[in-house]
C-alpha cells in the first residue's frame, strides 16, 4: 500500500519560510517521480515543482526563486522549501508520485494548510 504523508505546514507571516516534508511509504522514491501542488480556496489545483526519478527538478515559473524541491533518498522523503512566502501562497498543499509511464500522479497525500498572513 503506498502512503503519502505530507508535515510542516502553518500559518506564517508574509516573508517567512516554511518547509513542507513529504515522507512515502510503500515505494522507493528514487525510481519515481514525485510533485508537489497546491489548491487555493476557490481555484483549481495547481502544479507546483516536481522531483523526477532522472533526478531532473522543475519549479513553476511564478515560484522560481522562492521555492525549492528536494529529495532525501535514505528518508524517502521529498521536501518543498518555500522562502519570501506571500499571502497569495495560501493554499492546502498535497505531495503526490506518479508510477513510471502513467501520464498523471497515481497516489496523493491527504494535504497540508499553509496560511500566510499579510
Known amino acids: 500500500q503506498v502512503q503519502l504523508v505530507e508535515s510542516g505546514g502553518g500559518l506564517v507571516q508574509a516573508g517567512g519560510s516554511l518547509r513542507l516534508s513529504c515522507t512515502v511509504s510503500?515505494?522507493?522514491?528514487?525510481?519515481?517521480?514525485t510533485g508537489w501542488f497546491r489548491q487555493a480556496p476557490g481555484k483549481e489545483r495547481e502544479f507546483v515543482a516536481r522531483f523526477m526519478r532522472t533526478g531532473i527538478t522543475t519549479v513553476t515559473d511564478s515560484m522560481k526563486g522562492r521555492f525549492t524541491i528536494s529529495r532525501d533518498n535514505a528518508r524517502n522523503t521529498m521536501y518543498l522549501q518555500m522562502n519570501m512566502l506571500k499571502p497569495e501562497d495560501t493554499a492546502v498543499y498535497y505531495c503526490?508520485?506518479?508510477?513510471?509511464?502513467?501520464?498523471?500522479?497515481?497516489?496523493w497525500g491527504q494535504g497540508i494548510q499553509v496560511t500566510v498572513s499579510s
Open positions: 503526490a508520485l506518479k508510477d513510471p509511464g502513467s501520464i498523471n500522479y497515481n497516489y
Open positions: 510503500g515505494r522507493t522514491i528514487s525510481g519515481y517521480t
